[in-house]
């Protein structure tokens, strides 16, 4: 629903950001992405859908007010595994690469 609700908004001309986690959900929100391009390339007036996903949010997050080090990075990504068995074990992903907090 949340993809429908982002593609009418962005077919009006509006920049849209939605967060999916669900690997179905994001394929299927990628190809509305490429669809809006399309339209775009073809002279179209359209916005634009941008898809991010938990692990976006969190790496926008290190080194901020709320994620202030790797410590707490640990802490949160704990607390978020423990409601999303989606989520990858945090050293799978690039959430404590020395890239992210240098």
Same mark, same amino acid.
């Given at each position: 629903m949340v993809? @429908?609700? #982002?593609?009418?908004a962005a077919?009006?001309?509006d920049k849209v950001?939605? =967060?999916?986690?669900?690997? @179905?959900? #994001?394929?299927?929100a990628t190809s509305e992405?490429?669809?809006?391009?399309? =339209?775009?390339?073809?002279g179209c007036a359209v916005g634009s859908i941008t898809l991010v996903n938990t692990l976006t949010v969190?790496?926008?997050?290190a080194g901020g007010q709320h994620?202030?080090?790797?410590a707490a990075m640990r802490?949160?990504?704990?607390?978020?595994?423990h409601l999303d068995d989606g989520l990858?074990?945090?050293?799978?992903?690039?959430l404590l690469s020395p890239a992210l907090w240098a």
């Open positions: 993809i @429908a609700h #982002a593609v009418v077919e009006s001309g950001t939605v =967060l999916i986690d669900d690997g @179905a959900g #994001a394929r299927i992405i490429s669809r809006l391009e399309r =339209l775009r390339m073809s969190l790496a926008r997050a994620i202030p080090d790797k802490a949160v990504y704990q607390k978020l595994r990858p074990p945090l050293e799978a992903t690039p």
